[in-house]
């Protein structure tokens, strides 16, 4: 239409956010996404950097894609300050810190 402001890439007003999320709710889908969310937190943090990406782009993803990946920003596992001890100590040997990488 002439002479209306277009919205902002990725912008929505919230009666078409509620309407396209309404039907994502049920139980099946909430499975699908809770294995989707476990799956890209074990693959490592490439994919769940990708995934918190994906979750910022709502003029490229459904909005209800978006929504459901952006719990990457809030709740993803944490792994202990010791399995970092250990990947570094399998990766650069027991004199990891002498070689300049101190934490």
């Known amino acids: 239409v002439i002479g209306e402001q277009s919205a902002a890439p990725g912008a929505c007003d919230a009666s078409l956010l ?3 999320t309404s039907h994502d709710n049920t139980f099946a889908s909430n499975i699908v996404w809770s294995y989707t969310l476990f799956t890209l937190q074990h693959l490592g943090p490439a994919f769940v950097k990708l995934g918190q990406w994906a979750a910022t782009r709502r003029d490229l993803f459904p909005v209800s894609f978006c929504i459901r990946l952006s719990e990457l920003h809030s709740s993803t596992q944490t ?11 399998e990766a650069f040997g027991e004199d990891y810190e002498s070689r300049g990488l101190v934490l």
């Open 79 to 89: 792994h202990s300050f010791a399995h970092t001890q250990n990947a570094l100590i």
């Open 18 to 20: 509620r309407h396209r």
